[in-house]
């Protein structure tokens, strides 16, 4: 298992938690980096919680090693002035849940930009504005001051609100959406953007928590995650440096570029059929019983199931051709496991579980 600490952490905190953990059993080994603190632990790791680990104040991710990457994500504000070569000087967030309130939270934080912010409730922004994330509320008399615009809703009202502030967004200004999808939003806005003379890209934080709304936000949300970049142009390096620089704030691990088509063919794999499985998975009238005998596998499983049904139903239902095909093949291979169970032929079974595990070792390591 692998601790990252926040870089706050103290000597003393750290000694106490390595302390603590020797003390179960397990060695460790400490590296310390400009950017990070890293605490490896090693021995029978199984009998520690992550959940538990990230829970300690000074603990900012657990990863056990089989899930972990192969190096450690490096934030993109490598260079304390990456921001400033952006020439961002305002910065606005439209929508202020777990996702716009951590980016404004972030940017607040980690750089000196003016912070404005546009919330569907007011009683929102007047809190953002109380603790000092917001300098104002974001309107359609100042949108024009902002640099870099942000809108964090579900991807229908990013597409309308974005037109309908297009006429008051400032010409050259940067506007980074943080929809799941990508396809209508980027054939929509790319448009908006030409016609009214800002530079619109398609973006998607691969971070979130299981609640949502704005008192969940912080500003390390992003931290060493994956920022999915989608340019109309993926070759012109010029707006990829710009992008990567606006926001360096947000300490994003790694910027993935691609086109609108692969962001929702992959994203249909990797993040709506694991929301679909778990959903339907969790109906199983066995779950009403299963206290006292689910562990680990048992909560990774269903940790998706508790979702937000009416965002989901508009992203399910926008990229239902992709979806599709996913379920198409789960349900087929799926099929191969009941069939040999059926049959009673445990050399298939083997083959079918044998398959399984090269594939997760080809694709993640072990």
């Known amino acids: 298992m692998i601790l990252v600490l926040k870089k706050e952490a103290s000597a003393d905190q750290i000694h106490e938690l390595i302390k603590w953990i020797e003390a179960q059993g397990l060695k460790t080994n400490l590296s310390q980096g400009d950017y990070h603190t890293i605490l490896g632990l090693i021995g029978d790791t199984w009998k520690i919680d992550p959940e538990l680990m990230e ?4 603990v900012e991710s657990a990863r056990r090693i089989s899930e972990a990457p192969e190096v450690l994500p490096v934030p993109i ?7 400033t ?3 961002v000087k305002t910065v606005g967030i439209a929508g202020l849940g777990l996702i716009g309130g951590s980016f404004a939270k ?3 934080a980690y750089s000196d930009a003016k912070v404005l912010g546009w919330n569907r409730s007011q009683g929102t922004i007047d809190f953002a504005k109380m603790e000092g994330t917001l300098d104002d509320a974001l309107t359609e008399e100042n949108i024009g001051e902002c640099d870099l615009i942000i809108p964090c809703f579900y991807p229908d009202r990013i597409i309308s609100w974005v037109k309908e502030m297009a006429p008051h967004i400032k010409k050259g200004a940067l506007v980074i959406d943080a929809g799941g999808l990508k396809r209508k ?12 003379g800002f530079t619109f890209v398609g973006g ?20 060493g995650s994956s920022m ?5 142009n993926p070759e012109d390096q010029d707006l990829l440096d710009r992008v990567k620089y606006a926001l360096s704030p947000c300490r994003f691990g790694q910027l993935t570029v691609c086109t609108p088509e692969n962001h929702d063919e992959m994203i249909a794999f990797t993040s709506e059929m694991p929301h679909i499985v778990s959903n339907a998975f969790i109906k199983s009238p066995t779950a009403l019983s299963h206290q006292g005998f689910s562990a680990g596998s048992y909560k990774d499983m269903t940790r998706v199931a508790w979702l937000n049904e009416t965002m989901w139903t508009e992203i399910f239902m926008e990229n239902k051709d992709f979806i599709q095909n996913e379920l198409d093949f789960l349900i087929n291979a799926l099929s191969e496991y009941r069939d040999a169970l059926r049959d009673n032929d445990s050399a298939r079974m083997m083959q079918l579980l044998h398959d399984g595990k090269m594939a997760k070792e080809q694709i993640d390591g072990a």
């Open 185 to 196: 939003i980027c054939r929509e806005l790319y448009a908006t953007a030409k016609e009214y």
């Open 228 to 232: 999915i970049i989608v340019p109309e």
């Open 85 to 87: 070569r952006s020439g």
């Open 204 to 223: 998607h934080p691969m971070a979130g928590k299981r609640y949502s709304g704005y008192k969940y936000s912080t500003g390390r949300l992003y931290t």
């Open 106 to 108: 972030a940017y607040k």
């Open 77 to 83: 504000t490598l260079n304390p002035d990456d921001f």
């Open 55 to 58: 829970s300690m104040e000074i």
